[in-house]
């Protein structure tokens, strides 16, 4: 009797203490804080905080930097959708998973590789999203709790297919005559509003990607209306900027196809106006998304991270779209808001690599960090922007051809063994290649040091597939796990 009276009290001790502790860990988890992830797809600086162009209108997403730290100096790990994603959500270089270009599916070499949503998951949040996250060819529904896959958008009418200045070669737009809610963002938008304005049991990761700017540049008509193509900015350009860059850099530049189509169609200042019109619907949908957390029961507890997964060509270096190693194609917005941490209004100045967000938000979430990281946490400059900080920004497009951005230095060696040096100092555009200057030798070697060792062994390609096509449309469904 007695040992069955002690056992009894034994079992009861061990069922309050098992209470306790799953007591003591909700309350924990709650303690966490939440976050909003918004991706906004092929978005370069053009936004009024990155003044990369005059003529840019993003008032929501200049509103949502003014209340934390934004990134001046931040820069995608590969200039396309695909492996630029790939690197951010997994938080490691293309140069460590082989994913370089877009028609790599990348889970099949990263199998055991836990995602940011599903190592926060493993810590007691819950990962729900929208849209654009992963490229839309390899969504990874393993990822989420709850996902609404990115859907389609209203068709344009005959009549701007057949506007001579709505297309030129591959560079697509044009004005829709809809409502804003008839978009695919916009319900995109909408997921990310009915998820905020409820409450929930866990803390928890949102993840809503934006599609636009990214082609076709077919947004509502009212967003053209705003820029008059006689009246828009061309970007800076300079005549012969091709002549001392090396055969490997043209050959990315491509100057004879949408560079020339454009100019021959005379469809630059269309073109801009379109993709001005997509950055300010866009920039719409984001306000939405923000109206609704301050809305909600999550504004004081909730990180914000926005980005775009990189940046754009207009015509600098006879180029257009992303798919080159210049300062246009890898620089996109970055910014973090976190509650207690940030300070509103910090522009921090220091070259950052999209590799860092996932490290960053391991150590705002309390959580550990996962191994083979590449990153570096952002904290230290969260939470003073001008803090020491020597990482430079490596980009990688294509096995064996990588960029270093620092400060003052961008250097990139391709596969080939050509090279580009460009002095940011004195030069913002890029417009002079210093990498044959004798007396800058020094600098070189100092930068090389900075590219990878090796390069992992180029993922396998999907059959049918090139490197920059467009991805098939998904069917908009939810999943849920």
């Not at 209203?154 to 009549?159: G, L």
């Not at 169609?265 to 619907?281: C, E, M, P």
């Not at 015509?315 to 509650?339: Q, T």
């Not at 620092?406 to 050509?418: L, S, V």
Request: a neutral charge.
């Amino acid at each position: 009797m007695r040992r069955a009276s002690v056992l009894s009290v034994c079992l009861v001790f061990l069922i309050a203490a098992e209470l306790c502790f799953q007591t003591e860990a909700a309350e924990t988890a709650k303690q966490k804080p939440n976050v909003l992830f918004i991706a906004v797809d092929d978005l370069n600086d053009w936004i009024g905080c990155l003044g990369g162009h005059p003529d840019g209108q993003s008032p929501n997403i200049d509103r949502l930097a003014s209340r934390g730290t934004l990134f001046t100096r931040s820069y995608c790990s590969a200039p396309a959708c695909n492996p630029s994603r790939v690197a951010m959500m997994t938080g490691m270089l293309p140069s460590n998973t082989g994913v370089y270009v877009n028609p790599q599916p990348w889970r099949p070499v990263l199998k055991d590789v836990q995602t940011l949503p599903q190592h926060l998951r493993k810590h007691g949040y819950y990962a729900a999203g929208s849209g654009k996250i992963y490229h839309g060819r390899y969504d990874d529904d393993a990822s989420w709790n709850d996902y609404l896959k990115k859907g389609g958008d209203p068709k344009p009418t005959q009549k701007v297919l057949k506007d001579p200045h709505s297309t030129a070669g591959g560079i697509v737009w044009g004005a829709l005559d809809v409502e804003d809610s008839e978009m695919n963002d916009y319900r995109m938008a909408d997921y990310a509003i009915d998820f905020l304005s409820k409450e929930h049991d866990k803390p928890f990761f949102l993840a809503c990607g934006i599609y636009r700017p990214h082609m076709p540049w077919q947004v509502p008509r009212k967003y053209y209306d705003l820029f008059p193509p006689e009246k828009v900015t061309l970007p800076k350009v300079l005549a012969g900027d091709l002549d001392d860059v090396p055969p490997a850099g043209i050959k990315m530049a491509n100057p004879k196809g949408d560079h020339a189509n454009i100019q021959k169609t005379d469809n630059w200042r269309y073109a801009v106006q379109a993709y001005l019109a997509s950055i300010k619907f866009a920039d719409g949908q984001v306000g939405r998304v923000l109206d609704a957390l301050d809305k909600s029961p999550h504004a004081k507890n909730t990180i914000i991270v926005l980005w775009g997964d990189h940046g754009w060509h207009l015509g600098e270096k006879e180029h257009w779209r992303k798919f080159s190693l210049w300062e246009e194609a890898c620089r996109a917005p970055l910014m973090i808001i976190a509650p207690g941490v940030t300070t509103p209004g910090v522009q921090c100045g220091r070259t950052v690599d999209f590799v860092d967000v996932f490290p960053t938000l391991c150590d705002l979430c309390g959580v550990p960090h996962r191994d083979n990281l590449d990153g570096q946490s952002l904290v230290p400059l969260l939470k003073d922007g001008e803090a020491e900080w020597t990482h430079p920004a490596l980009t990688a497009h294509g096995k064996g051809n990588y960029s270093v951005r620092t400060e003052r230095w961008r250097f990139t060696r391709y596969e080939n063994g050509d090279e580009e040096l460009y002095d940011h100092e004195a030069d913002p555009m890029e417009w002079k290649n210093l990498a044959r200057e004798e007396l800058l030798a020094a600098v070189r070697r100092e930068l090389a040091a900075h590219f990878p060792r090796s390069s992992a062994p180029n993922a396998p390609f999907e059959k049918g597939i090139r490197s920059g096509k467009k991805p098939a449309k998904s069917s908009q469904k939810t999943v849920r796990r």
